[in-house]
């Protein structure tokens, strides 16, 4: 069965205060690694997808990163207005399975 | 581009009483998901169609809940009789391409359940 773990459960920082958080993976045959950010009283948005360990992408103060075993999401200098759920999911051949999300507060 | 919407957004039921929910995907995306998000949890899958034929429904309880998406496009979930352990918010997801772990979700704003 697959399986999607994140730490911490939920993260407190300071602005300005970077950080990572960390998903990892038990996925049969993973199609694709996605990072969904959600917040409160609204469905998941998509930010990232990774394919292959080694990959990395970024958008603005958001960096995701992917090995064989775990993928990380780095949030350098993070501001108020990044204060959200940040939800990984593992793609298998046809189904998206989500982890619990780690619950991220910016404080200003 | 509409997103996909939902209704109604919020219900408060009775136990043992009957709900349905409604999805309307983005135009032209064959595959539909149902999603269940328990507070404090993730989204858990419920149901996936692949235009109007039903991919996945291993982790629906079938006993109570019922989905169909005649036609292809919007699709209905139903809870009949719910339980307090429904309360959830339930997610509609779609995806523009065919069934794969690789497709991008666009997802609704939910429909929150309270079961009393």
């Known amino acids: 069965e697959d399986q999607v773990t994140q730490s911490p459960e939920a993260l407190r920082l300071q602005e300005g205060e970077s950080s990572s958080l960390n998903c990892s993976y038990t996925v049969s045959g993973l199609r694709g690694l996605f990072w969904y950010r959600q917040d409160p009283g609204k469905g998941p948005e998509f930010l990232f997808t990774?394919?292959?360990a080694g990959e990395e992408k970024e958008k603005e103060r958001l960096k995701a990163t992917l090995t064989k075993k775990e993928s990380f999401l780095h949030i350098t200098a993070p501001k108020p207005e990044d204060s959200a759920t940040y939800l990984c999911?593992?793609?298998?051949?046809?189904?998206?399975?989500f982890g619990k999300g780690t619950l991220l507060t910016v404080n200003p | 581009e509409a997103g996909v919407a939902q209704s109604p957004r919020y219900k408060i039921i009775e136990k043992r009483q009957s709900v349905a929910f409604w999805c309307n995907p983005i135009?032209?995306?064959?595959?539909l998901y149902w999603y269940q998000q328990i507070l404090g949890q993730g989204p858990k899958l419920l149901i996936q169609?692949?235009?109007?034929?039903?991919?996945?429904d291993s982790q629906l309880p079938k006993d109570r809940f019922s989905a169909e998406r005649l036609k292809g496009v919007d699709s209905t979930l139903k809870i009949q009789p719910a339980k307090l352990e429904d309360s959830a918010v339930y997610l509609c997801?779609?995806?523009?391409?065919?069934?794969?772990?690789?497709?991008?979700?666009?997802f609704g704003a939910g429909s929150r359940l309270t079961v009393l």
């Open positions: 169609f692949q235009n109007n034929g039903v991919v996945d």
């Open positions: 997801a779609s995806s523009l391409n065919q069934i794969s772990g690789a497709n991008v979700l666009t």
């Open positions: 999911g593992g793609g298998s051949n046809y189904k998206l399975t």
């Open positions: 135009s032209g995306h064959a595959t």
């Open positions: 990774l394919y292959s």
